[in-house]
């Protein structure tokens, strides 16, 4: 049983990790602080493929802390 779980375990957690990188950083560091390049700091925007990777990174961590403490009470 411990083996049914491990392997969807490893297999999301390799996949959350690819989504996670596929993810655009909410702010490019120190570099959008000098102003220019035009229109400054959007923090509404939520839509879009980033939108969809949002929730699916939700999903997955969901599904991934589930499995982890599945992993913690099923015996080896």
Do not use: H, N
């Not at 490019?28 to 929730?55: A, E, H, I, K, P």
């Amino acid at each position: 049983m411990f083996w049914l779980i491990l392997i969807p375990f490893i297999l999301v957690s390799i996949l959350m990790t690819f989504v996670i990188l596929l993810q655009e950083p909410k702010q490019s560091g120190l570099g959008g602080l000098d102003g220019g390049g035009g229109g400054g700091m959007d923090f509404g925007t939520t839509g879009g493929t980033s939108g969809g990777l949002r929730r699916t990174t939700t999903y997955l961590a969901i599904i991934w802390g589930l499995l982890a403490l599945a992993l913690q009470v099923v015996p080896r």
